[in-house]
Structure formats: C-alpha cells, structure tokens
C-alpha cells in the first residue's frame, strides 16, 4: 500500500484540539497513556497466543522499551505486543469507537481546568502524545502478519493522518513522539524514570530503558535510536535495565504496599487524576480462590448514568490479564466500583459468555459485593463525631479523624446509584437500607439514616414518613408536610430520580412501615388527639354538599374529593390512593417517554381555609374548584393541563 491520506473523524480532530490546549498543567500523563496502550497491547497478545503460540514469534517476552534521540528530538515506545494492520491502525488512530467518549468530547467547555479534569477520567490514550508532540509517527506490524505488512501511520495531530505500508521485521508497535521545542526536557533518562516511577511502576510488564553509562565524569549518550526504532527489536550497543517494578501490585502483601502505592495504581487503572476515597484488598480462599483490590472513586464519572456502563473490574486469571470492564463481576448497582480480580480458578480462556453462567464467577461477584459494602458500612459508621455523653465526648483516633465526613462524601457523588440496588438486588436489600442517607424536614444535610429517624420518632407513632418530590425546594414546602411540621413530626425529603422506584421494594425498616405522606387517606394514628379527629369528622359531615359539588366540577380530573386535616396554611392538596403511582413518578415516566397510567389524584381540601370556606354558594364555584386543583398541582411541581384556562380563571378573579 503506498501512502494514503485520511481525514480524522470530526471527534477526533476536537479532542485534538483540546488536547494540545488544554493539558499543559498535566502534560506527563502522556507517558502513563501510551504505556498503558503498550501494556494492553502485550496483554492482548497474550491473549490471543493462548490459543496461537505461534504468535509470539522468537520473542516471548513482552515488553516495553523507552528510548529517546536528543538531536533528532524524538522519544520512543515500543512495545511487542499485538500491533495493528493498516485497517486497524486507520480505524483506531483515526476515530473514537467508544460512544462514551464522544459524549465526553461534546461535553467539553473550553474551561482548561474542569475539561483537564474530565479527561483524567476518560483518558484520552493515545493522542496524549500530541500533548508533547507535534508530529507522531507510528510503526506498527500485527502478530502473526509478514515483515512485508508493517505500517507507518504519521500525523502532525492537525486535520489528517498518512498511511503507507513498510517493512517490518519485528511485530507490536513503537510510537515515535517527535517533540515540541518545550517538551524537549523529556528527552532524559531521570526523568522518565521518575514519571514511570510515578504512574507505571504496577503495570506488570517491564519497561525497559538503556542504561546510561559514565566515562571521566561524562555521560556517553546510548545509540537508543537503533534499537527503539524497530518493534521489539534488540539493541545492538548498550544494555537494557527494567525501570519499573513490573510485579501485579495486587499480588503483594498488603503490609509491604503504602497507601501512596495504592493510590497510584488507581489512577494508573483508572485514569483518574485524583487519589481514591478508599480501598479495599483482600484474598479469598476457600472453595472458589480469588484476590480483589476494589476501589471507590472520590468523583463520579460523567456517564454514571448511563446503565450501559461498564463495571471498572478488570479480570485476571493467575495474573493473566483477561479482559476489562467484567461486567459479571460487579452488580449494576455498584459500577462505579474500580479494581481488580485475579482468580486462581477460572479458565484462561474463559469468555464474556461463560463468565455470566459460571458458578465461580458468581461466587466471586457475591464476595465481591459484600466486600464492598462493608467497606461503605465502615465508612458510614465513622462518618460522624460520637456525640457527647453526659457531656464528655471521646476524642478520635486518628485513623478515625481521617474518615470523619467520607461518607457523607461517597454518598453524594454515588448514593443514588447505590440505591438501585434495593430493586435489583434482594439478598442485601437489609444492608442496602442501613446505608441510605436523607435529607429531613428537620436536618437540611443529606445525613439522616433510617435509624437515625427512627431514633427520634414520636411517641406513639409509627410509620416512618416520606414525601418524594422533583426537587428539595418542592419538597421541603410542600402542603403535604404542613400537619407534620406542627405536630413537630419529622419528614425524610426524597428528591433523586431514583427514590420514587427503589422505595417501591422497601416496605419497612427495622419492622416500621415506610408511609409515603402523598399517598393514601390521612391517618396519623395516635398521634392525632381526640378532639382533632372529632372536629374532621365534623368537619366533614358539614362540608358534604360542598364536596358533592367539587366532585361534580372536577370530574374529569380528580378521582375523588374529600377534606383533609392534613393542611395547615394550603387551601388544598393532590393524593393518590396508596397503591396508586405517585404524581411525580407518572410525570418523570412521561418526560422519559415512556408510558404511563393515567393518574387521577384525590382533592384534599382544608375545611379551615377562607378560599375553602368561600367556596359554598359563590358564584364563581366552576372557576374556583378549578383553580384549587391546579394551584394544588403546581404546588407539587406539575402543570395544570392546560395553562392558559389556569391562567385566564385567575386573572378573571383578579379582576
Ligand atoms: P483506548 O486505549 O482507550 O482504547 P486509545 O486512543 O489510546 O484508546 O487507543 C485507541 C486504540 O488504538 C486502542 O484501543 C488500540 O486498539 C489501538 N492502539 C493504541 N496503541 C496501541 C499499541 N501500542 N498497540 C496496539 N494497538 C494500539
């Protein structure tokens, strides 16, 4: 093939843009990404050779080799992994297959800080080099194809990239970074080492420098353009030395890894910029053996909602990598989970197939789960300060001191997709409640636990009250809630998307049902004296010919009306029946377009308002049962059906 020229995807040529503006503050994690791309690379080859031995040609070991030409300007790695084919190199050089990514790229502001900050959570691989770079070449040869199909893919990082086919003896790939006049400070031996130091040293595949050698107080700069030029190729002068640990971090014991250590292969594995909230690191033995290092991030990423997303685990069969993103290992509900699983059981060749119908796999994702939610029932338990006892407090450890508020955090960035896990998974359903956190109509911070509310309940009641809403302002001033801030009972707000659906498998706490305060009669049980009961009653026996006439008026919108000591300041509110779809949930199903039931609230009117008592014999009966409705309606955040009328009946008023 002589040399083509080809056009980069309209994503890619965005994202280069970005890249060459917007990363100066970062610029060194250009080495983490290309040696993480040779470090797939190898494993895929790996991968591959299990079935195909003959792919790794004469050279079985797999590694990467950093080398660098001062007066060429040029910094090189190399890597004898799979390589790519002319197609290949053209389609994965040249677009961006993952749809995440592109929703990221149309994401980006223009801000440096906050788009460097999303990029370190999708990694922008390999046209990082274009951050140092202001040409690439890339020499690249598949295993298992001819020397005669080697690739040479070279682009400046502006609109355009040439392909052209060359000779290649070796297999895998060396990219060539021909420096920027600023970047040429990478071009040095201490510091390369330094930043692999820092962000490669847990890849498990040795990465390979010359070693520089000394005469006289000189340093005779190594002959690396040779060697590192051609893939996989060997040196002829000088000799290699491995820079990196190259041993699986997982696979060491937990006592000899610092805390820093955990935290670099994090990032390393995750492409976070920032250190994880926290870790946890264990082997399980027993009848299925496995080793996790699992970890929760301290951001979520862009896509956490997007239910198609990945689960973080990366699968590992006795240290062979296996494949990332094992969705199988990790329940849907806890895919912001990062870490690794090595398991001594597995087959080698196992595939995304067999992973979801093997019993150990399952056994390991069941492990895996229950691990992680320790993990977060040990953060929440060390979330807040002990209160005081008879007026002495304990002072905190340290180790203590550092957790305080981290749960607090975790729940903020990942709590509402921990609680798809009431409706998806049973088993923990118990553990999954403990850990839920609220806002209250008492407590303004998302800090109140189910125990915590049942802790300071009333004497003698005995239900645990919800209002969901579409956001805390609608919740909090809610008419609904108007007869519990009097009797100073406190209301848990429920504000996430996700709440109206995950409460619906949660019946109880702890033996005390959970009472929705929008759905259903109004019955505050004993907590409403006598004398209150006795005047609803009243109350609703003189109102009788009033409601008959609301009903009538209402017909086609309310399912019933009735009078309500529920309120307190409102004239009127909207219920559903208690098995009924909340308002709310109807609406949020609509706006996702999809279908739902028709739902036709009960009018709960105050016998005690004057808009209320004005309603017997006025003239404007028609126009003011209507007004409540919709008033109502608006009140918890809906439309009245049709505007205009709501509009048109009050300005008549008005007027
Ligand atoms: P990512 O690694 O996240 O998929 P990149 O932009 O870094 O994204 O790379 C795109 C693709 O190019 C990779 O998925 C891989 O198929 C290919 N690629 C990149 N570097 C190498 C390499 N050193 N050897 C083989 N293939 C590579």
């Known amino acids: 093939m002589s040399k083509q020229t080809h056009a980069f995807q309209a994503e890619v040529a965005q994202l280069l843009h970005l890249v060459t503006h917007s990363l100066y503050s970062n610029q060194e994690i250009f080495l983490r990404e290309l040696i993480s791309n040779a470090s797939d690379a190898c494993d895929k080859l790996r991968f591959e050779a299990l079935n195909n031995t003959g792919l790794y040609e004469d050279a079985p070991d797999l590694q990467v080799r950093l080398s660098f030409d001062k007066t060429a300007k040029t910094l090189t790695i190399t890597d004898n992994g ?4 002319a197609q290949e190199a053209i389609d994965h050089l040249g677009t961006i297959a993952k749809s995440g990514t592109k929703d990221f790229v149309s994401k980006l502001s223009g801000d440096q800080k906050s788009d460097a900050q999303l990029i370190g959570q999708f990694g922008v691989g390999f046209y990082s080099g274009f951050i140092v770079a202001d040409k690439i070449t890339v020499e690249t040869r598949r295993a298992g194809a001819t020397p005669a199909e080697g690739v040479r893919w070279i682009s400046g990082g502006t609109g355009d990239f040439e392909v052209e086919t060359i000779e290649l ?4 790939t060396s990219v ?3 420096l920027r006049e600023e970047a040429l400070d990478y071009a040095n031996t201490w510091k390369l080492k330094e930043i692999v130091g820092k962000y490669s040293d847990h890849i498990s595949l040795p990465i390979l420098m010359a070693k520089e050698e000394w005469q006289d107080g000189e340093l005779i700069e190594p002959n690396n353009e040779e060697g590192g030029r051609q893939p996989g190729g060997m040196v002829k002068t000088g000799e290699w030395e491995t820079i990196n640990k190259a041993s699986a971090l ?10 820093e250590q955990y935290a670099d292969f994090y990032k390393q594995i995750s492409r976070d910029f920032e250190a994880p909230l926290t870790w946890t690191h264990n082997r399980v033995e027993g009848s299925t053996e496995y080793t996790q290092l699992l970890y929760i991030p301290s951001k979520a990423p862009q896509d956490l909602w997007n239910r198609d997303k990945k689960a973080g685990i990366k699968l590992y069969v006795k ?3 296996i494949m990332d993103d094992a969705e199988a290992l990790m329940p849907s509900y806890l895919r912001f989970v990062k870490g690794v699983v090595d398991s001594a059981d597995l087959p080698l060749n196992v595939s995304r197939e067999l992973l979801q119908e093997s019993r150990d796999v399952k056994a390991i994702r069941e492990g895996c789960t229950k691990r992680v939610l320790s993990m977060l029932e040990d953060l929440a338990k060390h979330d807040k300060e002990p209160e005081a006892q008879d007026g002495v407090t304990d002072v905190l450890s340290e180790e203590d001191n550092a957790q305080l508020g981290q749960y607090s955090k975790f729940y903020a960035e990942f709590g509402a997709v921990l609680k798809e896990g009431l409706g998806e998974d049973f088993g923990n359903q118990a553990r999954l409640s403990k850990l839920l956190r609220f806002a209250s109509s008492t407590h303004d911070t998302v800090s109140v636990s189910f125990a915590d509310y049942k802790a300071r309940m009333k004497e003698g009641q005995d239900a645990i009250y919800y209002i969901t809403a579409d956001t805390m302002a609608a919740a909090k001033n809610s008419p609904q809630l108007e007869v519990f801030k009097k009797k100073g009972i406190e209301v848990l707000l429920m504000t996430d998307r996700v709440d109206e659906w995950a409460l619906n498998f949660v019946n109880e706490f702890d033996g005390t049902p959970l009472q929705s305060v929008a759905k259903g009669a109004f019955d505050l049980g004993k907590l409403q004296d006598e004398e209150e009961k006795k005047a609803a009653e009243d109350a609703a026996e003189t109102f009788k010919p009033v409601l008959a006439k609301l009903k009538e008026a209402l017909k086609d919108k309310a399912e019933d009306v009735r009078v309500t000591s529920r309120l307190v300041d409102s004239p009127a509110c909207l219920v559903v029946t208690d098995d009924g779809m909340s308002m709310q949930l109807a609406r ?10 028709e739902v036709k609230p009960v009018l709960e009117v105050n016998p005690e308002h004057a808009l209320v008592k004005k309603l017997d014999g006025s003239v404007h009966f028609h126009d003011l049962a209507h007004i409540l409705f919709d008033q109502a309606l608006l009140a918890e955040g809906g439309l009245p059906a049709d505007p205009a009328a709501y509009v048109k009946r009050v300005n008549a008023l008005l007027s």
């Open 250 to 259: 997982w696979t060491r014991p937990k006592k000899d890894i610092t805390d």
């Open 588 to 597: 949020m199903l609509k706006q996702a377009g999809q279908s739902a039931p």
């Open 82 to 85: 799979i390589g790519m084919t």
């Open 319 to 321: 240290r062979v990598f």
């Open 176 to 178: 060539i970074l021909h």
């Open 169 to 172: 003896p070796k297999r895998g």
